[in-house]
């Protein structure tokens, strides 16, 4: 298959599937005129990582956990590390974002959004820990 067809299949675009050959993460086949030649092998990694990178996986973690799907003798509690840390990772990011929609609401409430100059949130920015 070539990289068009292998793109619809797997729902990428062919700038990702070359990146994704580029950094190691798939290697296709090479026909004799240099062009990729890709497998059905090809296509179900790259439709994984495409589902894993949907899940907000890095690329090493796509990395890894494609060398986990490729081993027979895995152990699960290996997969399942990948997603615990990833998603305390999500956690932490859901978190961080309530405490700032938090503090902006707060803010936008103290403001008047009058003609006045005075303005909370200009301040509080002004004054903001960094």
């Not at 497998?39 to 990582?49: M, P």
């Not at 609401?105 to 301040?123: N, T």
Request: glycine residues 6%; charged residues 30%.
């Amino acid at each position: 298959m070539n990289i068009g067809e292998v793109s619809k299949m797997a729902g990428l675009p062919p700038k990702t599937i070359r990146y994704y050959e580029d950094i190691g993460l798939i290697t296709p086949l090479r026909d004799t005129n240099g062009y990729r030649s890709f497998r059905d092998s090809d296509v179900h990694k790259l439709a994984f990582i495409g589902r894993s990178r949907a899940l907000g996986f890095t690329i090493e973690d796509c990395r890894n956990l494609l060398a986990l799907w490729d081993d027979q003798d895995r152990a699960s509690a290996d997969v399942r590390a990948i997603a615990q840390e990833h998603l305390s990772q999500i956690e932490s990011k859901i978190a961080d974002l309530q405490a700032i929609r938090d503090t902006l609401s707060h803010l936008v409430r103290e403001c008047a959004g009058d003609g006045r100059p005075d303005c909370p949130i200009l301040d509080k920015l002004e004054k903001f820990p960094t």
